[in-house]
T-cell receptor
Framework: AQTVTQSQPEMSVQEAETVTLSCTYDTSESNYYLFWYKQPPSRQMILVIRQEAYKQQNATENRFSVNFQKAAKSFSLKISDSQLGDTAMYFCAFMKHATSGTYKYIFGTGTRLKVLA | GAVVSQHPSRVICKSGTSVKIECRSLDFQATTMFWYRQFPKKSLMLMATSNEGSKATYEQGVEKDKFLINHASLTLSTLTVTSAHPEDSSFYIC???????????????FGDGTRLSIL
């Protein structure tokens, strides 16, 4: 069974600094998809970035980038120039093909990030 | 962008009451919607996958008679918590995948969630 592990329950970073959130996963599949979602205090889940496992190039979205190490099954998120609005819970998610024919997410336990002024 | 509306955002009711939560895709069609449950400071746990026009697929350990799911149209799925008890109190979140987005592996779009409190 696939599992997703986020080993850092809480982290903090000074405004304008850089922070890296870790995520590891376990799977026997060769093709899959990975995502980082942000859940601010408003509780809405917001897609931050995604990565296809077959792509070697790391995904980037403005201040957000990932370090995808397929062999190590690692998918960390780097936030550059941290802003107060980045304060949120961050979830790493693995998308797998389900027996029902669709794709479903397996979420990690989350990392609570606090950006300090 | 794709918008998913979830209603109500908060509900408080007495034990034994049945509660219905709606999940609507506002600007796209969704053949598949997902229902999650989230405990305080915990991750999202998938409860069931809702398929338009067919029965929902429930995850192991989720009582299908307790959590009734109906997906009667391409834009609406409902979750009914039947005879709710205090242990059913939680944050429930729905998500939907855009049918027109092509591949089945496209990201899900999430609703704002429903906080259910059973007294």
């Amino acid at each position: 069974a696939q599992t997703v592990t986020q080993s850092q329950p809480e982290m903090s970073v000074q405004e304008a600094e850089t922070v890296t959130l870790s995520c590891t996963y376990d799977t026997s599949e060769s093709n899959y998809y990975l995502f980082w979602y942000k859940q601010p205090p408003s509780r809405q889940m917001i897609l931050v970035i995604r990565q296809e496992a077959y792509k070697q190039q790391n995904a980037t979205e403005n201040r957000f980038s990932v370090n995808f190490q397929k062999a190590a099954k690692s998918f960390s998120l780097k936030i550059s120039d941290s802003q107060l609005g980045d304060t949120a819970m961050y979830f790493c998610a693995f998308m797998k093909h389900a027996t029902s024919g669709t794709y479903k997410y397996i979420f990690g336990t989350g990392t609570r990030l606090k950006v300090l002024a | 962008g794709a918008v998913v509306s979830q209603h109500p955002s908060r509900v408080i009711c007495k034990s034994g009451t049945s509660v219905k939560i709606e999940c609507r895709s506002l600007d796209f069609q969704a053949t598949t919607m997902f229902w999650y449950r989230q405990f305080p400071k915990k991750s999202l746990m998938l409860m069931a996958t809702s398929n338009e026009g067919s029965k929902a697929t429930y995850e192991q350990g989720v009582e299908k008679d307790k959590f009734l799911i109906n997906h009667a149209s391409l834009t609406l799925s409902t979750l009914t918590v039947t005879s709710a008890h205090p242990e059913d109190s939680s944050f429930y979140i729905c998500s939907a995948r855009d049918r027109g987005s092509g591949a089945l592996n496209q990201p899900q779009h999430f609703g704002d969630g429903t906080r259910l409190s059973i007294l």
